[in-house]
């Protein structure tokens, strides 16, 4: 017989001496204990395939969707077009990172708990903030946990979030909120000072979905004033020119890590950054790898704080995670090691300069206006003479993609986010669809 | 063998205390703190606020497990041990000295009667202890 | 001078020298090294509010290129890994990851689409979704699947909260507070539950290493939510009542959750769906070669019963009768996005490549072998350490090493005591009621040589518990570093690289 499964290394000799030494002539004799009626269903799952089958067949697929690279391109928010250096994924992906788990045996895992250890000590230098974890799942459910965590830390069970934090991470935090049953307030970011009262966080996001500066500072000092947490919501590239959250009073500061050297892959494996003050670590989710030294004395690395996870507190765990993105949090290493100060800020440079420039040319479209009243970073959003759904979608005829709208009940529009990937030929396509598509149906309502 | 001395009383859960008039110091044993091994991290009330007889005051952790800590008797704190939160292997080394976690002003003497004989919690971990320990 | 370190190559046991330690980036900066990658002019500045520009400083490493890739190539050969050796980590699954499904998952094509993209612009991967959707749902017995959750445990909540949702819908969910778990259950079931704002109880095991199923019965009451239930079990056994304790769970009104890291033993064996089972979550790290990152990306799709899908987390992937795939609508009573996007695309990439691949015969072949793997390796180590609960097992098995303990050599001091012989400890200290536990798993795609290699090794150990305790408690002495100091680490934490003062 030869094998269905081409990575087993097993000949029919082999399985026979195997069988022998168990003392047994089939398998099914250890299957003693499966009901007789539910043993080796039939699955109906396909046939095999060799690797050249397989890798046309998902050539095929692939080619049916539209990559970034295949024309004007202005999606962002969470997930952001960014380039990547060569090395990035040829370090991140070596196979003795690849192929390794959580690193339980820290003598044999010193790679991947000195790169985490790395990913700590560079977040925690961008974001200003004392302690880092080795990662979250993504940005909505690193939004969710520390909501969790402010909970736990001040013993109430309202939370209240701006309306402006991307509409993917409310959702998720509402859906986690059912679990202990906590109240989730939604207001304008505005009137987040207002409702601090009583809550046991404020989470705001600063640049806002829609691109907006945000003055954080009020809205952190209002929260502690009341007694409460402020959870501020950020951007690895907008830090590097921003004041950062530890810099503007933030007890917990959450984010996408996808932009950090990680592709966009239709919105996962990403990186959920996750880091807070020194004072509150004993309440953080995820794994922390902290410096030590071994029996001779030499420096090493170690999973640390581990009385918090759920192997050991189980029930009484600060949170359930256990599987991470520990990769993703060493590939954003390898990002921000080649990068180095001079190219993280001339990449999020490039994004705001054509943000710029890309909003007034627009501006000057009849009927457009930027929608934002103040000051705005590396996207922002564009009031436009048609629902911004239906422009999107004409936009998209032309093979031009952008966002609309991003579910805010009382904006309409589209939303540019630009990178430095954003070519001037990109802008001009952009423009001048916009202008094409904005006077026919001025054209189309005037002929009503 | 644990250390217990005799004139100390203690509680199932393995805290003792030391009963001085009205003050009572409060730590955990011996027996404990081998259980336990190396302890990290000991999280304890703040000053001025008030513990209740075997209700949880604080948590007590090794590297890979945390044990709460239960008051042994009700009262105000009126002092925490800062030693032992900086440098945790005093839980360790001398859990009847300045391995104590906090002094309380007792509410009610009589919790005292409630509480073991140092004979009493000797048998106690003898039992526990032939019982394979936690 | 400094001694010459030395590690084991797995399976032949030569001695080589370890990879020298490496400096922390910090270390190696140079103010004025950069690569350049990106340029960007100092003038879009001015377009920032004076108020909002970063203030504080930003001292990130300073390094060139050439540099940056020494540094993670000497960190990567600090590891152990799945492509360095066998890494027979109980419960984990750490079989051969396939080099195909990393090509594809990195094509154009799937790694350089957003997930804001109109569904028209991503036809082929919502059409990939779609099958991996009904392949899941196939493959478990069940008949919808949520390819959202990122990890094991991040489905097991999503599904908690779907039987809240449930239990909600038909009116009982305030009454319905207790989740129901085994002894030997994984840490992030009671966490999970714990998330959901319920109360846990803990049912012990029976003397065969089932869950007790008096002890079950008594525990179940109208105030169950639900069991959580990993089958086979964290001893690697098939629960031999299984029905009978879905039965009883149901009859109370309560849930059967399936923990599936322990799919790999099912695969054309049974389909959890038959056996009682109102959903399961899949590990495609575990069962279907996704790689495991270091600790993660993982996926966690979950499959249930028709009677759980309108709780299910949007968005699902639907076809429409023109043959287009779509997001579906959202359900009225499904309980939201516990995420967001679609799931962890790039590894469902890499699972549905992997099912395509091997087929229906080759994935059923595959758990065939690793329950005979597991097997042979128990059969030449049960007279070295005690065996849990002796009876056949599935793709994994507990030892014990009470007996080592009491010559003077614990789990631990035997795990490392592997290192120097070149292997990958197994777990340890897992499942809970196991005392000086050892859990194995070889999995189906290590050669028989090397499972030969591994149980030699493992005897060795044992033998030198018995004659020379002293010298397993002092390994690991052929490895990167010896034991560290996890003490020092806890109470006073360095997390981060400090300037030196």
């Keep these: 017989m030869t094998n269905s499964n081409p990575y087993s290394p097993h000949t029919d000799a082999d399985r026979a001496a195997m069988l022998k030494r168990v003392g047994i002539k089939s398998v099914d004799e250890l299957l003693t204990a499966i009901p007789k009626d539910a043993l080796r269903p039939k699955l109906g799952l396909p046939a095999g395939m060799s690797e050249i089958e397989v890798q046309t067949h998902l050539e095929a697929l692939a080619a049916r969707n539209r990559p970034a690279g295949a ?7 969470p997930v952001q077009r960014r380039y990547i250096p060569a090395a990035v994924p040829v370090l991140a992906l070596r196979g003795e990172f690849l192929t390794a788990y959580t690193p339980y045996q820290p003598e044999v895992s010193q790679g991947t708990l000195q790169a985490v250890f790395e990913y700590q000590s560079l977040l925690s230098e961008l974001l200003a903030m004392d302690v880092v974890n080795s990662s979250m799942y993504d940005g909505s459910t690193a939004v969710a946990e520390a909501a969790f965590m402010a909970v736990r830390t001040t013993g109430r069970k309202k939370v209240v979030v701006a309306r402006e934090v991307f509409y993917q991470f409310r959702d998720t935090l509402r859906t986690y909120a059912q679990g202990p049953g906590l109240e989730v307030r939604e207001v304008p970011t505005r009137d987040l000072v207002a409702n601090a009262e009583g809550a046991a966080c404020l989470i705001v996001q600063h640049p806002d979905s829609f691109g907006a500066l945000v003055d954080v500072r009020p809205i952190a000092e209002a929260a ?26 933030a007890d917990i500061a959450v984010g996408e890590g996808q932009p950090l050297g990680i592709p966009m892959s239709l919105g996962g494996p990403h990186l959920g950054i996750f880091a807070a003050r020194e004072a509150l670590v004993r309440q953080m989710p995820g794994r922390i790898v902290g410096e030590t030294k071994d029996a001779r004395g030499t420096r090493g690395f170690v999973n640390t704080l581990q009385t918090r ?4 507190r189980r029930e009484k765990a600060t949170s359930n995670i256990c599987t991470n993105e520990a990769l993703a949090a060493i590939t954003a290493a390898a990002y921000l090691a080649l990068m180095g100060p001079t190219g993280l800020r001339a990449a999020a440079r490039t994004g705001v300069a054509k943000a710029h ?24 959003q564009l009031r436009t003479p048609v629902p911004g759904r239906d422009l999107k979608h004409a936009l998209a005829k032309e093979n031009v993609l952008v966002d609309d709208g991003l579910h805010h009940e009382e904006r309409d529009g589209i939303v540019i986010q630009c990178t430095e990937m954003t070519s001037d030929s990109d802008a001009d396509a952009l423009v001048s669809a916009v202008e094409r598509i904005t006077a026919g149906t001025r054209e189309t309502v005037a002929a009503r | 063998m644990s250390t217990v001395p005799n004139d100390l009383r203690y509680s199932k859960e393995h805290e003792w205390v030391r009963a001085d008039g009205d003050v009572a110091t409060i730590g955990i044993t011996h027996f404990a703190q081998e259980q336990l091994g190396d302890v990290v991290f000991v999280e304890l009330p703040e000053k001025g606020s008030t513990v209740r007889q075997f209700s949880s005051l604080g948590v007590v952790e090794s590297v890979k497990a945390a044990s709460d800590l239960y008051a042994p008797i009700s009262g105000e704190v009126i002092e925490r041990n800062v030693k032992v939160i900086e440098k945790p292997e005093l839980v360790n080394s001398e859990p ?3 391995g104590w976690m906090i002094k309380v002003r007792l509410a009610d003497k009589g919790e005292l009667n409630q509480l073991l004989s140092p004979t009493d919690y000797r048998s106690h971990i003898g039992e526990t202890a032939g019982a394979g320990g936690d | 001078m400094t001694a010459i370190r030395t590690q084991v190559v797995p399976d032949s046991g030569v001695k080589t020298a370890a990879p020298a330690l490496e400096p922390l980036l910090s270390e190696i900066h140079e103010a004025g090294r950069a690569g350049r990658h990106v340029r960007g002019s100092e003038d879009a500045d001015a377009l920032i509010p004076n108020e909002f520009r970063r203030r504080a400083s930003l001292d990130l490493p300073e390094i060139t290129e050439p540099q940056v890739v020494r540094h993670f190539t000497h960190l990567a050969q600090l590891n152990y890994a799945v492509d360095t050796g066998m890494y027979p980590l109980g419960s984990c699954t750490m079989k051969y990851n396939p ?13 350089e689409i957003h997930p804001r993209q109109d569904d028209d612009t991503i036809q082929g991967a919502l059409r990939l979704m779609f099958e991996l959707q009904e392949l899941l749902a196939k493959l478990t017995g069940m008949d919808a699947a949520t390819l959202q959750p990122a990890a094991g445990a991040h489905a097991e909540f999503t599904a908690l909260l779907v039987f809240k949702a449930y239990h909600s819908k038909r009116g009982d969910a305030a009454r319905r507070r207790r989740v129901i778990v085994p002894d030997t259950a994984h840490g992030t079931n009671p ?15 029976d003397s065969r290493g089932n869950i007790d199923l008096a002890s079950l019965k008594a525990a179940l009451g109208d105030d169950v939510v639900g069991l959580m239930l990993t089958n086979p079990n964290t001893l690697g056994l098939f629960e031999e009542r299984l029905r009978e304790v879905c039965d009883a769970v149901h009859n109370a009104g309560g849930l059967v959750y399936g923990d599936g890291a322990n799919m790999n033993a099912l695969l054309g064996v049974a389909r959890p769906g038959d056996l009682g089972f109102d959903c399961i979550h899949i590990n495609v790290h575990k069962t ?14 979950l499959c249930v019963k028709a009677k759980l899908e309108p709780f299910l987390p949007h968005p699902r992937i639907t076809r429409d009768t023109d043959g287009s795939y779509r997001r579906g609508p959202t359900p009225p009573d499904s309980i939201g996005r516990v995420r967001s996007f679609f799931g962890n695309f790039g590894v469902l990439v890499r699972a549905y490549t992997y099912m395509r691949t091997l087929g229906e015969e080759g994935l059923a072949e595959a758990s065939n072998d690793a329950i005979l793997a597991a097997n042979y390796l128990l059969a030449q180590l049960r007279d070295s350490y005690d065996v849990a609960f002796d009876r056949p097992c599935m793709h994994e098995f507990v030892l014990s090493a009470s007996r080592q303990r009491k010559q003077g050599a614990s789990a631990l001091d035997v795990a490392k005591a592997l290192i120097d012989e070149g292997f990958h400890p197994p777990t340890v200290y897992f499942p809970l009621v196991v005392p000086e536990a050892l859990m194995i798993e070889p999995t189906e795609t290590e050669p028989r040589e090397t499972l030969d290699a591994f149980a030699a090794a493992m005897v060795r150990v044992a033998e030198r518990a018995k004659t020379d305790p002293a010298s397993v408690k002092a390994a690991p002495l052929h490895a990167p570093l010896a034991r560290l100091d996890e003490v020092s680490a806890a109470r006073y934490p360095r997390l981060r690289w400090q300037r030196p003062t």
């Excluded at chain 1, 420039?357 to 922002?380: E, T």
């Design chain 3, 288 to 301: 279907f070669s996704t790689p495991h990152g270091a600790g993660g990306p993982g996926a966690g799709p």
């Design chain 1, 309 to 312: 996870e759920q192997h050991i």
């Design chain 3, 191 to 205: 966490a999970s539950a714990a998330m959901c704002g319920y109360t846990v109880t803990t049912v012990k095991s």
């Design chain 1, 224 to 249: 502690h004033a009341a007694g409460g947490l402020c959870v501020q919501v950020t951007e690895p590239h907008a830090s590097a020119l921003l004041e950062p959250p530890g810099g503007l009073g």
């Design chain 1, 71 to 77: 024309g004007p391109f202005f999606i962002g928010g």
């Design chain 3, 99 to 111: 080099k195909v499904n990393d090509r594809i998952a990195a094509l154009a094509g799937f790694a």
């Design chain 2, 96 to 98: 009847y000295g300045n």
């Design chain 1, 357 to 380: 420039a890309l909003a007034a040319r627009l501006s000057s479209v009849p009927g457009c206006a930027v929608a934002l009243d103040g000051p705005f970073f590396d996207r922002f």
